[in-house]
């Protein structure tokens, strides 16, 4: 299947594998599907718990990229999804939308490109907190 790898810049044929290939000291992962680009060894997961178990979750992103994903998803979710001592300022949806506007493309965390992208996510959800004091 061809997917944006980040890693190489452009559409690479991604090859098809699991968890244990990915994650070999993680059981758990073993069975689960995952899209790997050869060329660069980076890789993406897959929509597993839904009918296409093999559709992409994005862009085939490099570890840099992966962990500015992983600190986006901290800061912004708690808006949405509350924490242990508070509860969400507003729904998945009207949180992702809000983050568009503010953006003016619609988002998606597993389409980053780039880490000036990431950067930009990032300083502008935690704009979003400051402006709804979370």
Known sequence: MKIYCCGCGSDTEARLTNGGEIYPHRNDLSHLPFWKCDFC????????KTKDRIKPLGNIPTKELRYARKKIH????????GSKNRGGCMNRKMAYKSLSLSLGYEYHT?????IEEARKVYLTVRDIRESLNY
């Open 110 to 114: 597993a389409e980053i490109k780039t």
């Open 74 to 81: 901290e800061l912004f979710d708690p808006i949405w999804k």
């Open 41 to 48: 060894d980076n890789y993406v997961g897959c929509h597993h």
